[in-house]
């Protein structure tokens, strides 16, 4: 039946790339294939989802230019769901929790936002029913669904809709997006999640499909629950946060770094006004350094996997290399600047006075050379150091 009314444009916009991008049945490192777009309506409004989808390019793999979707994907609708999956155990929840007809149902999800007809609300509590009568009788599908999956990836997921209400426990395959366990329950202990983990590692045992990782947000319970229920499967937390707390004594390193790299090349303006008045082709060369510094400083990094502080410094670095070659070039004292590579000995000598007037560096030009370039504590060269 068609839509009477538009469904409500998304009012935000979320990309989503896999966790792993090497091939999980080859190995090798897979390449974006294409994006593709999904539109979800979740308790939080509509969102837009960016998904990357990645392929093997192994011609050799079984696993050849198969799609492989962000592990997340499933996490916010069920396979082709419009409907996220935290509306589902929201509808489930007010239907078999508080016992809500439908129109009440469509009252509150209307009062919270939602733009729906009361037949969605129906057929999202279809939806919820069958998530939660998943059972072993299912085996036959899930195999067929699974027969090409050599591994499952494991992905727990915990929908509360309320504070108050059950969660519903959604335990999926991360490849093939399939439900393996559903549950709604009142707790979120160990206990009351090891029996769901349990019952998802007999399935797989049945299919005879070894589980190979367990993705959660991490929560001590849970972890306490995979550790139990599935001991010597390696459980991943989510990328970002640990990467973001791994990288947090680095990052405060890198910060102050970068401060104090700063603190060096102060003074750019100084140098760029004193050459205002010149057009002559060194004055263009040391106004080209100077942009250098500035688009250096400017620059941020993206930590913590690029830092701020290392870019600046390789950047620097390879600024002040270029004044050396070119220092070199013209013999041109390299008293105070980095000291450096030996070679530089023969170009140092006596030579400062041998050009004057516009063929001589300026004395700003100096000044920005003869700043010796701190180095990051482990980092660089020995060149630089004074
Ligand atoms: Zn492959």
């Known amino acids: 039946m068609a839509r009477k009314q538009a469904r409500p444009s998304a009012t935000?916009?979320?990309?989503?790339?896999?966790?792993?991008?090497?091939?999980?049945?080859?190995?090798?490192?897979?390449?974006?294939?294409?994006?593709?777009?999904r539109t979800v309506t979740t308790l939080q409004g509509v969102t837009r989802l960016t998904l990357k989808v990645y392929r093997c390019r192994n011609t050799a793999c079984p696993r050849f230019h198969q799609p492989t979707r962000p592990e997340e994907e499933g996490g916010w609708a069920l396979p082709h769901g419009e409907f996220g999956l935290d509306v589902i155990a929201l509808v489930g929840a007010l239907r078999y929790q508080q016992q809500r007809?439908?129109?009440?149902?469509?009252?509150?999800?209307?009062?919270?936002?939602?733009?729906?007809?009361?037949?969605?609300?129906?057929?999202?509590?279809?939806?919820?029913?069958?998530?939660?009568?998943?059972?072993?009788?299912?085996?036959?599908?899930?195999?067929?669904?699974?027969?090409?999956?050599?591994?499952?990836?494991?992905?727990?997921?915990?929908?509360?809709?309320?504070?108050?209400?059950?969660v519903l426990w959604v335990l999926r395959d991360c490849g093939s997006g399939e439900v393996l366990v559903a549950r709604s329950l009142l707790g979120a202990t160990e206990n009351d999640?090891?029996?769901?983990?349990?019952?998802?590692?007999?399935?797989?045992?049945?299919?005879?499909?070894?589980?190979?990782?367990?993705?959660?947000?991490?929560?001590?319970?849970?972890?306490?629950?995979?550790?139990?229920?599935?001991?010597?499967?390696?459980?991943?937390?989510?990328?970002?946060?640990?990467?973001?707390?791994?990288?947090?004594?680095?990052?405060?390193?890198?910060?102050?770094?970068?401060?104090?790299?700063?603190?060096?090349?102060?003074g750019v303006r100084p140098l760029e006004r004193e050459l205002e008045e010149r057009t002559d082709e060194e004055a263009e060369a040391v106004r080209h350094y100077c942009l250098a510094i500035r688009s250096a400083l400017t620059d941020d990094g993206h930590p913590p996997l690029d830092a701020d502080g290392l870019q600046l410094q390789e950047r620097l670095k390879a600024i002040d290399d270029s004044i050396s070659r070119v220092a070199e070039k013209r013999g041109f004292p390299t008293?105070?600047?980095?000291?450096?590579?030996?070679?530089?000995?023969?170009?140092a000598g006596p030579a400062g006075g041998t050009r004057s007037g516009s063929g001589a560096v300026p004395q700003s030009h100096r000044e920005l050379l003869g700043r010796p370039l701190p180095m990051l504590p482990g980092h660089g060269t020995a060149s630089h150091q004074q």
């Open 12 to 37: 935000r916009q979320v990309t989503l790339e896999p966790l792993q991008i090497t091939c999980r049945a080859c190995g090798s490192r897979m390449r974006m294939g294409h994006h593709s777009h």
């Open 101 to 166: 007809s439908i129109p009440q149902i469509h009252e509150d999800l209307l009062r919270r936002g939602l733009v729906l007809a009361q037949r969605t609300v129906t057929d999202q509590l279809y939806r919820y029913e069958e998530l939660l009568a998943l059972h072993l009788a299912d085996a036959q599908r899930l195999r067929e669904r699974l027969s090409e999956q050599k591994q499952v990836i494991l992905a727990l997921d915990g929908l509360q809709p309320d504070v108050g209400h059950e």
């Open 335 to 347: 008293t105070g600047l980095s000291t450096t590579a030996p070679d530089h000995d023969r170009a």
């Open 193 to 266: 999640l090891v029996p769901l983990l349990e019952e998802a590692a007999s399935i797989c045992r049945q299919l005879d499909i070894p589980i190979v990782g367990v993705i959660t947000d991490g929560q001590r319970s849970i972890r306490n629950a995979v550790a139990h229920a599935l001991p010597g499967v390696p459980h991943q937390l989510c990328h970002f946060h640990y990467l973001r707390e791994a990288a947090k004594p680095i990052a405060a390193a890198d910060l102050h770094a970068k401060k104090e790299l700063k603190k060096h090349v102060r």
